[in-house]
């Protein structure tokens, strides 16, 4: 299994792997899109400083067992937002997630980001195909992967990787690149 590099870019971002001096501009950059980012992803409610600390822990362990790659996006020196790539859609596959700071959104970000990490997990020997999950209400993460050329495949049952959000609809998107 081979991995990605440890830094991407494209366009006007850059990505690098998190570092546990993180800690404090990632639950700043956390709080401060609070209210946008619960309505999609319930992990953010309750955010706090021991929940960055273990978050970035866990990006170091996620990435040396080989199961997720995570990435700072930053736009110089600040960070911006976050995307990785996961090993949680079957053998040849990497999936994207990604999310930006309120203050940043509207801006082309995500899709640099999810470029750049297109990209790269294409260049992996093993990958052949990527995917980009997104609740079906949430237009703005569905206009990502059809300005990057991937294939709308479909709607299907949101998968239970953590408990629902506000927001979500219970319905799942899924769309596909492949080499």
Do not use: F
């Not at 750049?116 to 992996?124: F, G």
């Amino acid at each position: 299994m081979t991995n990605p590099p440890d830094s991407l870019s494209h366009g006007q971002v850059s990505l690098r792997r998190w570092q546990p001096e993180d800690a404090a501009a990632l639950l700043a950059a956390v709080t401060e899109s609070l209210e946008e980012l619960r309505q999609w992803m319930p992990w953010a409610d309750g955010y706090d400083a021991d929940r960055a600390t273990g978050y970035l822990t866990d990006c170091e362990a996620q990435w040396e067992a080989g199961r997720a790659y995570n990435y700072a996006i930053t736009v110089g020196e600040t960070i911006v937002g976050s995307a990785g790539l996961h090993r949680r859609i079957g053998e040849g596959g990497l999936e994207i997630g990604y999310w930006v700071h309120s203050d940043w959104t509207g801006r082309g970000i995500a899709t640099d980001a999810a470029a750049a990490l297109t990209r790269a997990a294409l260049s992996l020997p093993e990958i052949t195909r990527v995917e980009i999950y997104h609740d079906a209400a949430n237009a703005a993460s569905g206009r990502i992967p059809a300005k990057l050329g991937y294939t709308r495949l479909g709607e299907r049952p949101t998968r239970d990787l953590w408990p629902s959000a506000p927001s979500e609809t219970g319905t799942d998107v899924v769309w596909q690149i492949t080499r």
